[in-house]
C-alpha cells in the first residue's frame, strides 16, 4: 500500500485529501478528507506531518492543523506599516522564544490515526496536548501525550521542562490524565500495560499498572541510591537511566550508579541485582549494549552485552550477563581504552565495535559475541605515525576544600631530562573520564586542541572540578589552582613561570573569575565568558530566545537564587567588579552573533580591562555563533591563539595585531600575523 495527498485548489489556502493506493489491486481510493468523521471542525490534514504506516499495516498515521487564517489585504505602502513586538507580563513565552518558534509554529501539527479495516480517523493529539509519542513503530492502542503549554511560563526561570503526561486511547481518542507536573523520564511497556516514570520528590522509580490501577514502588526499599549521586547543580539530581523492558512487559531494568538491577513488575519475585553487586565493589559502571538496532526490548533467551566503566582507572571494556539471573558478570575484554558502538551481524553471530584511546585513533574491530578472536578492520590515520602525538597520563591531587580530584596531564613524547615546559590549563566541569578518548588535530572552534598543543612543546593539564552551590568562582579557585600547584610539586618538567590558562563558555567564565584571584597564571584566554552575572542574568539566550534566569537559579551558573535573593552572591561570582585585581594578560573571544552567552559580557569585560590600561585583546569574528563554524575563521582562531600563548609562555615575539592591532580601515587586508621582532 501507499499514501499521498492531494489537491485541486488553486488559492493560496489549499486544502488537502488523503488518498490510499492498493498496490496488489492497483486501486486508488480517497480515505480523509476535511470533511471526515473524526477531523475537529475547521481542521484539515497537514502537508507539514510525518504519513507513516504502522510496523503491521494496520494503521496509518498523519499530521492535522487547523485551517489557515488568510492574511487581511490592505492598501498601504510597505513604509507605512508599524512593526513592534509588544512584551506582555503573561505571554506564556517571551517574545523572542517566540519569534524563534514562529517557523515552527507556522509548520505545526497534530498527530491522527487512520484504521484502515475499520475505515475510522481517530484525532490523537490536540491544541491542549500538542506533543506525542507512539511506541515500537505504531504498534499497541495507546500513545503517550504531552502538555507542556501550562507550565511554559516556569521555563524562563526553572531548568525543569514541565508537562502534564496523558495516556490516549488509539481506538477512541480519549484521554486519561495519568501524571501532572513532571519534569522526569517517562516511558510505556512494550505492551502499554505498565507506565514507567522517575519521582524526583523521593528519588525512586514507579510504576503504574494501567489496567488494575495500581501503583508499583519499584526501587523505594533497594538499599542503593538511584538519582545521579554526582550532580552538583542547585536542582533535584535526576535518575542513572532505564536500560530497557523484557518483551512480555514483566521486567524493567533499571541502573544505580553502577550496578543493573531487574524489577519485576508483578512483584512476584523481588528486585534482582542482575551484576551482583560487581559494579559497585569494582568501582565499575554497568550499562547494557544494545546491538541489535531494530529489537524493542531486551531478550529473556540471549545474554546481555554490558559496557563497563571504571571511575578509577577510566578504562573500559565489554561484559556479559544474564538477563534472568543474578550471576557473576562475566568480563570479555577491556583495557586502557575507549571501547564503544558494538552492532550485531543481522544474520551471523558477529559483531563489530571501535576502539581507540588518545593515541591510536577509535578503529573498527569485527569479532565473535565473546571477543575471543576479533581483527582490526580499519586504519584511517596511518600517517599519525610520523607525528609526535603525545602520551595522556590520569593524574591525582587533593583540593583546597579536601576533596580528592582526579584529572589529565598530556605530555609531549620523547621528554628530554631536565628540560622545563610551559603548561596550559583546560577545564570544564570534569573531563577525566575522557583519558583514552581519542583527540582529533583540528583548527579550534573555541578551545585549545590537546594535540596540537603537546606536539608543539606544551604541558596540558585538564582538571576535574567539583561544585559547591552559591560558589562556583571559589570552586573552580580550589580545584584548577590546587590541581596547577599540585603538578608543579609532583612534576619536574613544568615551568612554573610559563603556565597559562584556558576556557570556552563556563569554563571561560572561570578563567575571568581565576585571574582576578591569583597571579599563578601568566596568560589566559576566556572564550563567551561571563564577566558580570548581574546583567547577565537578566539577558537573552539569543539562540532559542530563552530567558538566562534559569542556569543562574537551578542549573549551572550554580547560584541558587534570584538575583535580589542572593544579590552577594551574584558580586561576588562577577568578574567584573574584582576587575583591578587581575595581573594577567587576557586574550577575550566573544562573537557578534552568539546565541548562548550574550556577545556583552565579552564587552563589558574588555571596555575595563582597557579602562584599567591592563593587556587585554579581544577577538569577534563577525556573524560566528558561541563556537566557530567557519573553517576559515578557525584557521584564524588558532594562529592568533598559539600566537598569543607562545609569546607569554615561550618568549616569542608578538605579533602585529598584538603590537599595535587592526584598526578597521584596514580589516581584512593585514592579518596582522607578522611577528614583531624587537
Known amino acids: 500500500r501507499m499514501t499521498f495527498l492531494y489537491h485541486h485548489d488553486t488559492s493560496k489556502i489549499v486544502g488537502y485529501d488523503m488518498y490510499l493506493w492498493d498496490v496488489g489491486k492497483e486501486k486508488t481510493s480517497k480515505i480523509i478528507d476535511t470533511l471526515s468523521t473524526g477531523m475537529p471542525a475547521g481542521w484539515g490534514i497537514s502537508k507539514h506531518g510525518n504519513v507513516w504506516f504502522s510496523e503491521d499495516g494496520a494503521k496509518l498515521f498523519f499530521g492535522t492543523a487547523p485551517k489557515p487564517v488568510p492574511e487581511k489585504k490592505d492598501t498601504l505602502l510597505d513604509e507605512e506599516k508599524y512593526r ?32 484502515l479495516k475499520e475505515g475510522k480517523m481517530i484525532q490523537l493529539a490536540d491544541e491542549l496536548i500538542q506533543e506525542t509519542r507512539t511506541l515500537h513503530k505504531g504498534i499497541g492502542n495507546v500513545v503517550l501525550g504531552y502538555a507542556w503549554k501550562p507550565y511554559a511560563k516556569l521555563s524562563s526561570w526553572e531548568a525543569s521542562r514541565y508537562q502534564d503526561v496523558y495516556i490516549i486511547n488509539m481506538e477512541t481518542g480519549a484521554k486519561e490524565l495519568v501524571l501532572g507536573k513532571k519534569s522526569s523520564f517517562v516511558d510505556l511497556s512494550p505492551n502499554g500495560k505498565y507506565l514507567l516514570w522517575y519521582e ?95 529489537a524493542y526490548f531486551i531478550s529473556l533467551k540471549e545474554p546481555m552485552l554490558i559496557r563497563g566503566f571504571n571511575e578509577v582507572s577510566k578504562e573500559s571494556g565489554f561484559y556479559s550477563a544474564s538477563p534472568l539471573l543474578q550471576d557473576n558478570t562475566a568480563l570479555l575484554v577491556s583495557g586502557p581504552y575507549s571501547f564503544r558502538s558494538p552492532v550485531k551481524a543481522k544474520y551471523a553471530d558477529v559483531l563489530i565495535w571501535s576502539c581507540g584511546n588518545f593515541r591510536d585513533y577509535p578503529e573498527l574491530y569485527t569479532g565473535d559475541m565473546k571477543f575471543s578472536s576479533y581483527r582490526k578492520i580499519s586504519n584511517t590515520n596511518p600517517q599519525s605515525i610520523n607525528y609526535l602525538w603525545g602520551d595522556a597520563r590520569l593524574v591525582h591531587w587533593i583540593s583546597f576544600e579536601n576533596d580528592s580530584l582526579d584529572g589529565i596531564l598530556y605530555t609531549p613524547e620523547n621528554l628530554e631530562p631536565g628540560k622545563k615546559y610551559p603548561m596550559l590549563v583546560y577545564f570544564y566541569e570534569k573531563m577525566s573520564s575522557n583519558l583514552f578518548s581519542y583527540q582529533i588535530p583540528s583548527p579550534s572552534r573555541s578551545t585549545i586542541n590537546f594535540p596540537y598543543c603537546v606536539s608543539n612543546g606544551y604541558i596540558v593539564f585538564v582538571p576535574d572540578i567539583k561544585y559547591t552551590n552559591g560558589y562556583p ?30 576556557g570556552q563558555s563556563w569554563g571561560g567564565y572561570q578563567v575571568a573569575y581565576l585571574i582576578t584571584c591569583t597571579n599563578l597564571y601568566a596568560a589566559a584566554m576566556a572564550g563567551a565568558p561571563v564577566s558580570n552575572m548581574t546583567s547577565a542574568y537578566g ?9 538566562r534566569m534559569w542556569q543562574y537559579e537551578e542549573s549551572q ?60 585583546w579581544m577577538l569577534v569574528y563577525n556573524n560566528e555563533e558561541h563556537n566557530l563554524t567557519r573553517w576559515s575563521n578557525r584557521l584564524d582562531l588558532s594562529i592568533r591563539m598559539m600566537q598569543f600563548f ?16 587592526i584598526p578597521a580601515m584596514e580589516k581584512g587586508m593585514n592579518n596582522g600575523y607578522r611577528l614583531q621582532e624587537e
Not at 474 to 481: L, Q, T
Not at 539 to 547: A, E
Not at 562 to 588: M, Q
Request: glycine content about 8%.
Open 84 to 115: 513592534v513586538d509588544i512584551w506582555n507580563w503573561q505571554d506564556t513565552l517571551l517574545q523572542p522564544m517566540q519569534k524563534k518558534r514562529l517557523s515552527n509554529e507556522k509548520r505545526r501539527n497534530y498527530l491522527a490515526v487512520y484504521h
Open 200 to 294: 524526583e520528590n523521593d528519588s525512586s522509580w514507579y510504576a503504574h499498572d494501567i489496567a488494575k490501577d495500581k501503583l508499583i514502588s519499584l526501587t523505594r526499599y533497594i538499599p542503593v541510591n538511584f538519582y545521579n549521586e554526582k550532580f552538583d547543580e542547585p536542582n533535584e539530581p535526576g535518575p542513572y537511566g532505564l536500560a530497557g523492558w523484557s518483551g512480555d512487559d514483566r521486567y524493567v531494568y533499571i541502573y544505580d550508579r553502577y550496578d543493573i538491577w531487574k524489577i519485576d513488575l508483578t512483584e512476584k519475585y523481588k528486585p534482582l541485582n542482575l551484576t551482583n553487586g560487581f559494579g559497585r565493589t569494582t568501582q565499575t559502571q554497568f550499562r547494557y549494549q544494545k546491538i541489535d538496532r531494530d
Open 473 to 502: 568562582g571559589k570552586s573552580a579557585y580550589n580545584c584548577v589552582v590546587s590541581g596547577t600547584m599540585a603538578m608543579l610539586d609532583q612534576f619536574d618538567f613544568i615551568d612554573r613561570d610559563h603556565i597559562g590558562i584556558q
Open 557 to 616: 551558573s550554580r547560584i541558587g537564587g534570584t538575583l535580589w535573593e542572593k544579590t552577594d552572591l551574584y558580586l561576588e561570582n562577577s568578574p567584573l567588579f574584582s576587575a583591578p585585581d587581575i595581573g594577567t594578560p587576557v586574550l577575550i573571544m566573544h562573537n557578534d552573533n552568539d546565541g548562548a552567552v550574550p556577545w556583552y559580557q565579552g564587552i563589558e569585560f574588555f571596555v575595563a580591562l582597557r579602562r584599567l590600561n591592563k593587556p587585554a
Open 646 to 661: 607562545d609569546h607569554y609562555l615561550k618568549g616569542a615575539p608578538a605579533p602585529g595585531w598584538m603590537v599595535s592591532g
Open 539 to 547: 539577558g537573552i539566550r539569543w539562540g532559542t530566545g530563552m530567558s
